[in-house]
C-alpha cells in the first residue's frame, strides 16, 4: 500500500499545478479585457489553427476508414474544416466580423423568443426569462449597430472572460484541493499513517472485535 504521506505530496503537487493554469488563465484573462482587439485576433487565430488541425485528423481518419459507407463523407468534412481553417487564418478579421453579425443575430433571435415565451407561457419564471429576452435583445442591437466595428472586441471579450472565469475555476479547485489535502494529512497522526503503511488494525478497531466476540 502507498504511503499516505507520499500520496498527500502527490495530491498537493497536482492540485498545486492545477492552481497555477489557473493563475495563467487569469491573467491571460485579464490581459485579454485590456487588449480586446489583441483577444480577437488571437482567439480567430486558435479558431482557425484548430479548424485546420482537425481537418487534417478527420482527413486521416477518413483515410484509414477507406472502404466503408462513412469514407467520402469524412472526405468532404475534412475538407470543408481545412478549407475554413485557411480562411479565418489568412482573413482573422473578416471572419471576426462575420462571427459578430452571426452573434448578433443569434443574441437578437434568442432575445425574441425569450420575450415572446415568457409573455405567452407565464410560468413560474416569468420574470427570469423576460429579463434573459430583455438582455440578449439588446446585447443583439448594441452590437448590430455598432458592426462592423464591434467586431473589433465583442469576440475578444467574449474569448477574455471565458479564459478568466475559467481560471477562476481552476484556481479555486487547486487551491482549495491543496487545502483540504493539508487538513487530511495534519489530523493523521505518525501512527496512523505507519499502521495503515503496514496494514496492522488500529486500537479502536481491535477493542471493538474484541467487544463483539465476547457479546
Request: net charge neutral; proline share 5%.
Given at each position: 500500500m502507498a504511503d499516505p504521506a507520499t500520496e498527500g505530496r502527490r495530491l498537493r503537487r497536482s492540485f498545486g499545478r492545477l492552481a497555477v493554469l489557473g493563475a495563467l488563465l487569469v491573467v491571460a484573462g485579464l490581459v485579454g479585457l485590456v487588449y480586446t482587439g489583441l483577444a480577437t485576433l488571437t482567439s480567430m487565430l486558435l479558431f482557425g489553427w484548430l479548424l485546420l488541425i482537425g481537418g487534417f485528423v478527420g482527413l486521416l481518419h477518413a483515410i484509414d476508414s477507406r472502404g466503408t459507407n462513412y469514407f467520402w463523407l469524412g472526405v468532404v468534412v475534412a475538407?470543408?474544416?481545412?478549407?475554413?481553417?485557411?480562411?479565418v487564418?489568412?482573413?482573422?478579421q473578416g471572419t471576426a466580423e462575420a462571427l459578430t453579425m452571426f452573434a448578433a443575430l443569434l443574441f437578437l433571435t434568442g432575445g425574441v423568443f425569450r420575450l415572446?415565451?415568457?409573455v405567452v407561457v407565464r410560468g413560474p419564471q416569468f420574470g427570469w426569462t423576460l429579463l434573459?429576452?430583455?438582455?440578449?435583445?439588446l446585447l443583439g442591437l448594441l452590437v448590430l449597430f455598432d458592426w462592423p466595428h464591434s467586431s473589433?472586441?465583442?469576440?475578444?471579450?467574449?474569448f477574455s472572460l471565458?479564459?478568466?472565469?475559467d481560471g477562476l475555476g481552476l484556481l479555486a479547485t487547486g487551491l482549495g484541493g491543496r487545502r483540504v489535502v493539508s487538513m487530511v494529512s495534519e489530523s493523521?497522526?505518525?501512527?496512523?499513517?505507519?499502521?495503515r503503511v503496514t496494514g496492522e488494525p488500529s486500537a479502536?478497531?481491535?477493542e471493538e472485535r474484541h467487544k463483539w466476540s465476547k457479546e
Open positions: 475538407a470543408l474544416n481545412i478549407a475554413a481553417g485557411v480562411v487564418i489568412r482573413h482573422p415572446v415565451g415568457s434573459q429576452g430583455v438582455f440578449g435583445l473589433l472586441y465583442v469576440l475578444g471579450l467574449f471565458a479564459l478568466l472565469f493523521m497522526t505518525p501512527e496512523q499513517s505507519e499502521r479502536s478497531s481491535s
